[in-house]
């Protein structure tokens, strides 16, 4: 069975800066690059960082450049994603998801073969 579990979030102030862990069970890690999702209430669900199978190649979510920092460690079967810096606008739900298509990145949730259920993060002004 596969299994994507989320953790890390919480509440943190705005300009500190937390790490959000994925870890994986159930799959061979390194044949999937991993994506970052996050949803606010009432809104679609927003593509955030895609991560490489090796982690060599990480594309990201234009506006969130230069202070979101994913990584992955295939010894572990787990992502990261490092939010510096944070912001009340990063206050959403997040999603880790494991892809084995070619294509990347993949910014489109529904194409992704397996998901996780999410950590709450909520940053206070």
């Known amino acids: 069975q596969v299994q994507l579990v989320e953790s890390g979030g919480g509440l943190v102030q705005a300009g500190n800066s937390l790490t959000l862990t994925c870890t994986v069970s159930?799959?061979?890690?390194?044949?999937?690059?991993m994506g970052w999702f996050r949803q606010t209430p009432g809104k679609k669900r927003e593509f955030v960082a895609d991560?490489?199978?090796?982690?060599?190649?990480?594309y990201y979510k234009e506006s969130i450049l230069g202070r979101f920092a994913g990584s992955r460690d295939n010894a572990k079967n787990t992502a990261y994603l490092q939010i510096y810096n944070a912001k009340p606008e990063d206050t959403a739900v997040y999603y880790c998801a494991a892809s084995a298509d070619v294509i990347m990145p993949l910014r489109d949730w529904d194409l992704y073969d397996y998901r996780g259920q999410g950590t709450q993060v909520t940053v206070s002004a």
């Open positions: 991560i490489s199978w090796d982690g060599a190649k990480i």
């Open positions: 159930g799959l061979t890690f390194s044949n999937y690059h």
